[in-house]
């Protein structure tokens, strides 16, 4: 492109003197000059814009994972008795009921039960006494609705337990039926559907029971039937990833991967097949209990679901406080092995037939891993990664691998497909980043920069002057994604009920959700992924509080060709942006053009639940464009501008010829 950038500066030159450059060309505050012409444009990569999915602020647990009921096991004090059993409480006094836990469950991984023990028989209190479930703070029951519940029980005598969904003290019932039965001696699995005739969305699961005896419960789950495909992932949150048309997902984690100790690190053999006998752990990073549910195969499915390429990062032998020695590595490097042929062996390997018989007997797309997270400096970690490198190449020579060690400032010292980049900083030093990546040597892996975020007192919990910032950085990012491949923001969610890191781009309840503005920003990025990009270049006489990108992209709904041009204005100042697009037929561009923003009053200003939509995109049609247009842009603002083009303009340009373009101005 650097003929381009020479192409431009004459250009430029030219059309000063076209437009005889006087005070009426300079008085506007910024040019953009696109350029449509041939050896201006480059494929900008597929998979350039995704999403990173950690296990942090509930965001699986209690989040995208429907489970209503949080410690379905009775395992999250621990696997030993007596243990606790929180979330879940008894109803009815203590002389009445009594509850405890034992190992004595059916599952050998899970060995927690828990034993209620009822006193009371026709002196009960109304509707008897028992046990109950919050949920991850409530749950969100829904009027018309359906809900799966299984339960594992056992009593030496018959049972007769009424299962209900409620409000959140018991007193207004949502859903009822009845569990009847003369012989569980032996656990025996319930399986019901509860269909509610209220709505609440902080209702709770009871057990409960009149008559006297003891019973055990084991592994209670309450599903709702409408999940994403029958899948188990809440609608609502799907569908705002999926709106972001990712090109992939990066999972499980993030510090979540590593763990504090490989104790607690997520052991993807310990959340596949059966999820009651999934033993569960306790992620000691971001300090809560995931029953695991959402575990190896739901993610490669979240993957597939969203069209996103799955980018597994797994546990390389490193957690924040251990390294395992590189002479007993080995067990680690199979694990890692294993868990690719669960990804992508034949139905009939040995860890591909447990993929198929939990229900996809195709392989999924599995073409990148990451060897670990955060763990480049850590002791061992290149030892242990060039053992994790020939092993996986050997097995699967098309995986690209992705080290965790920098490669944007000097090379690497390891063989590497890519290197990953994690920025995390104040909006200012964020927007500035820009052009990190122009200095970067064209040869070598190229980079994934799996997190990035304005972070501290510029975001809060998300501000618009954050997602400004990241706009800018994004632009860098694409104008420079001959060597960027791969991006996403981080982290992707929080539940408000357990805001463990902060900013995040999507914010949940149990029943709504909102996306921050940094969230919405990436919207504008969503159709650069395969979209051809083109030089531009900018010319302002203020500081550098803009930066721009100009895409020609096929939107994927109507099938049209669009050229996009995108522009930050990081400053306080109204901008006069003049836009010329020079290097094709001006006929070939529509007369008229959209233009979407996003900014708000104050650069500080954040959605909340209160007000969810206070800054999202904004879109009015522009009555004039074509391949010279005049556009103001708002203080502290991201503006998109999208002009319809008669064709796809990368395919019809010529070299730009221009002198007689100059002249004919
Ligand atoms: O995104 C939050 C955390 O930030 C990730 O777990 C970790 O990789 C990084 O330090």
């Known amino acids: 492109m650097a003929a381009g950038r020479a192409l431009i500066l004459g250009l430029l030159i030219g059309l000063c003197f076209a437009f005889r450059c006087s005070a009426t060309l300079w008085d506007t505050n910024a040019l953009l000059v696109v350029n449509v012409s041939k050896d201006s444009t480059r494929k900008i990569p597929e998979s350039l814009f995704g999403v990173f999915f950690e296990e942090i ?6 989040g995208l994972w429907a489970e209503l009921v949080s410690n379905r096991g009775f395992e999250a004090g621990g696997h030993h008795s007596p243990s606790i059993i929180d979330p879940w409480s008894i109803i009815g006094s203590d002389s009445l009921i009594k509850v405890s836990t034992e190992a004595s469950s059916c599952f050998k991984t899970n060995p927690v039960a828990l034993r209620m023990e009822v006193a009371c028989d026709n002196d009960c ?49 949502l859903a009822t039926t009845n569990i009847i039965k003369t012989d569980v001696s032996n656990w025996t699995k319930i399986e019901t559907k509860l269909e509610a005739k209220e709505s609440n969305t902080n209702a709770r699961l009871q057990l409960k029971t009149d008559k006297k005896g003891v019973i055990w419960f084991d592994q209670v789950s309450l599903m709702p039937t409408d999940t994403y495909k029958g899948h188990g992932f809440r609608n609502d949150l799907f569908k705002m990833v999926a709106d972001l048309k990712p090109g992939f997902i990066r999972f499980p984690g993030g510090c979540f991967v590593e763990g504090e100790y490989l104790r607690n690190a997520f052991r993807w053999k310990e959340t ?13 990073v971001w300090f809560y209990w995931t029953d695991d549910g959402l575990g190896h195969y739901e993610f490669f499915q979240l993957a597939e ?16 406080q251990e390294s395992v020695d590189p002479s007993v590595i080995t067990p680690f490097v199979q694990e890692a092995l294993d868990g690719i042929e669960f990804a992508r062996g034949d139905a009939n390997s040995t860890w591909g037939s447990i993929r198929a018989a939990m229900g996809h007997p195709a392989p999924f797309d599995l073409k990148y891993v990451a060897i670990g997270n955060e763990d480049c400096g850590k002791p061992y970690y290149r030892e242990n990664y060039l053992k994790f490198y020939a092993a996986i190449r050997k097995a699967y020579p098309d995986i690209q691998m992705i080290s965790n060690c920098d490669g944007s400032s000097k090379q690497l010292d390891h063989p590497a497909d890519m290197y990953d980049f994690h920025i995390y ?41 954050a997602s400004l910032a990241e706009a800018g950085f994004l632009i860098g990012l694409e104008k420079n994604s001959d060597i960027v491949e791969m991006a996403s923001y981080a982290p992707l969610f929080v539940n408000t ?13 149990s029943s709504q959700s909102y996306g921050t503005p940094s969230y919405w920003m990436q919207h504008f990025f969503k159709y650069s992924n395969g979209a051809t990009i083109l030089n531009s270049t900018l010319m302002t006489n203020s500081s550098s509080s803009l930066e721009a990108s100009a895409i020609v992209f096929q939107d994927p709904v109507d099938k049209k060709n669009y050229l996009r041009v995108k522009v930050v204005n990081f400053g306080s100042s109204t901008v006069n942006l003049k836009i010329v697009v020079v290097g094709l037929d001006p006929n070939l561009l529509d007369t008229s053009a959209s233009k979407t923003v996003l900014s708000s009053t104050d650069v500080r200003d954040e959605n909340s639940f209160a007000n969810p939509q206070k800054i999202i995109p904004v879109t009015t049609m522009l009555e004039k464009a074509g391949d010279n247009i005049d556009v103001v842009l708002l203080p502290h603002s991201l503006t998109c501008f999208d002009v319809l083009t008669k064709s796809d303009i990368t395919e019809v340009t010529t070299t730009t010829d221009d002198k007689s373009y100059v002249s004919s101005m």
């Open 305 to 320: 679901d969203l069209g996103a390429a799955p980018i597994w990062v797994f546990n390389n032998g490193i957690s924040h």
């Open 125 to 173: 209190p109304v509707g008897g006494v028992g046990i109950y479930n919050p949920g991850y703070w409530g749950m969100n029951i829904e009027k018309g609705k359906t809900y799966n519940l299984v339960l594992y029980i056992r009593s030496m005598g018959s049972v007769n337990v009424s299962v209900s969904l409620t409000d959140s003290i018991g007193m207004q019932t």
């Open 272 to 284: 596949i097949g059966a999820w009651e006998e999934r033993p569960g752990h306790f992620g000691d």
């Open 57 to 62: 602020n509930h965001a699986g647990a209690g």
């Open 425 to 465: 900083s104040d909006a200012r030093t964020v927007f500035s980043m820009a052009n990190t990546f122009d200095r970067t040597s064209r040869v070598g892996p190229k980079a994934f920069v799996s997190e990035y975020a304005v972070t501290g007192n510029d975001a809060g919990l998300g501000s618009l002057l």
């Open 497 to 509: 009920n357990d805001k463990r890191w902060k900013p995040d781009a999507i914010v949940f309840d």
